[in-house]
């Protein structure tokens, strides 16, 4: 039983350029989010999804898009990349969304460096 | 605005005794869950320790547990007969109850243990 894996582990992308970080997880669960953890700071929600065909925007959405074809597979996109956007990406899954005690699980993270 | 707040950034203690990491939160839901998360240099987020807001009795998970003073909202974390490898970063979370289950964070603490 894998979790949640996240792919790649580490990324330098110029200014400008695209990629899209990939999370996949092999729970069957229905909820999937991806926050970005900048230096010294706590997680903040870039997207989540309720279910596969259904995503919402979270605290911090833009620069960033996401799809849910999928239960196991939640790509976020990263379209013409910003210093901004230089942060470590993690992704989660969690199999009742806020019901209660059941945590969320988190991936490894992606190390995003954006020059 | 439902929010976390962290107020000690960086802590020291002398291995084999307690600490008590400060957390306190803001909500206007009557019903939420509160997570505490350590981050180890290796960056993954490690689940600790969960308290439900109807919870009758402080959660306790091993050599974690939670004060949890609902009429103050506070919800700090006592850590027993501390190690070497409970050096890290710790951080505190809540999940509203009537949202989508996505994790509002802290900004952490940074907890150093000495020999």
């Known amino acids: 039983n894998a979790g949640v894996t996240q792919t790649p582990k580490f990324r330098i992308l110029k200014i400008g350029q695209s990629m899209t970080l990939q999370c996949t997880q092999d729970m069957n669960h229905n909820y999937m989010y991806w926050y970005r953890q900048d230096p010294g700071m706590g997680l903040k929600l870039i997207y989540y999804?309720?279910?596969?065909?259904?995503?919402d925007k979270g605290e911090v959405p833009n620069g960033y898009n996401v799809s849910r074809s999928t239960t196991e597979d939640f790509p976020l996109r990263l379209e013409l990349a910003a210093p901004s956007q230089t942060s470590v990406y993690f992704c989660?899954?969690?199999?009742?969304?806020?019901?209660?005690?059941?945590?969320?699980?988190f991936g490894p993270g992606t190390r995003l460096l954006v020059l | 605005a439902q929010k976390i707040t962290q107020t000690q950034p960086g802590m020291f203690v002398q291995e084999k005794e307690a600490v008590t990491l400060d957390c306190t939160y803001d909500t206007s839901d009557p019903s939420y869950g509160l997570f505490w998360y350590k981050q180890p240099s290796s960056g993954e987020m490690i689940f600790l320790i969960y308290q439900g807001s109807y919870d009758q009795q402080n959660a306790t998970e091993g050599r974690y547990s939670l004060n949890f003073q609902k009429a103050r909202k506070s919800a700090n974390l006592v850590i027993s007969a501390s190690q070497l490898g409970d050096s890290a970063m710790y951080f505190c979370a809540m999940i509203p109850l009537g949202s989508q289950g996505n994790l509002i964070f802290g900004k952490g603490t940074k907890l150093s243990v000495k020999p």
């Open positions: 999804s309720v279910g596969a065909g259904i995503t």
């Open positions: 989660a899954s969690s199999p009742l969304g806020a019901g209660g005690r059941e945590t969320q699980y």
